[in-house]
């Protein structure tokens, strides 16, 4: 598929309940050529209303975030999510929902060939790194899955809840950024 079909075959997605209460496909955003993706779990009330990702008050966060190690929804990164509807209430993604959607977020790496992929909390971290991934003890590490450097943050929601979290979320943006800078070394 590309971009256009994907957009189009996620507009008019059905294969899970999700759709019978979205406002809105919440597909994602940012540069389809950058190098660093981030996925988040699924839409919240702000993002169905508006079909963009992190545009709450998490994504307000997640926009300081990024601007720490010189990344812009904008211009150099792509953000989406696991599941791209809300779940109602903003309950967690059930994992039969994860299964009907993961296939788009599949193709849309396909597209986008990221070298880095950072995982916005447990859902996504237990999605695609490991079903026992235990984010307050892993945050921060990195694997190679498929070829791609891949690693785990807090959820900007957690650090909204928990600020004392943010120290370490600190850190491990450094380590993003110090990964950043060895993939450009190589090239
Ligand atoms: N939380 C998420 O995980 N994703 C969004 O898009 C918004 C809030």
């Not at 050529?33 to 994504?59: R, S």
Request: aromatic letters at 6%; one cysteine or more.
């Amino acid at each position: 598929m590309n971009w256009e079909e994907l957009q189009q075959a996620c507009q008019n997605c059905t294969r899970c309940g999700l759709c019978e209460t979205r406002k809105n496909v919440v597909f994602g955003v940012g540069n389809r050529n950058a190098d660093i993706l981030f996925i988040g779990e699924g839409p919240g009330e702000q993002e169905d209303l508006q079909g963009q990702p992190f545009v709450g008050p998490a994504g307000k966060l997640l926009d300081d975030m990024l601007s720490i190690i010189d990344l812009d929804r904008k211009a150099n990164c792509y953000i989406a999510n696991i599941v791209k509807c809300r779940p109602p209430h903003n309950r967690d993604p059930l994992e039969t929902e994860q299964d009907a959607c993961i296939d788009f977020l599949r193709e849309q790496i396909g597209l986008i060939q990221p070298k880095i992929i950072v995982c916005l909390g447990r859902i996504a971290a237990m999605r695609l790194i490991r079903p026992d991934y235990r984010i307050t003890k892993e945050h921060g590490q990195w694997a190679q899955l498929d070829g791609i450097w891949t690693t785990a943050i807090y959820h900007p929601s957690a650090l909204l809840r928990d600020v004392t979290k943010r120290p370490e979320t600190f850190t491990d943006l450094l380590s993003i950024r110090d990964k950043i800078r060895e993939i450009n070394a190589q090239v």
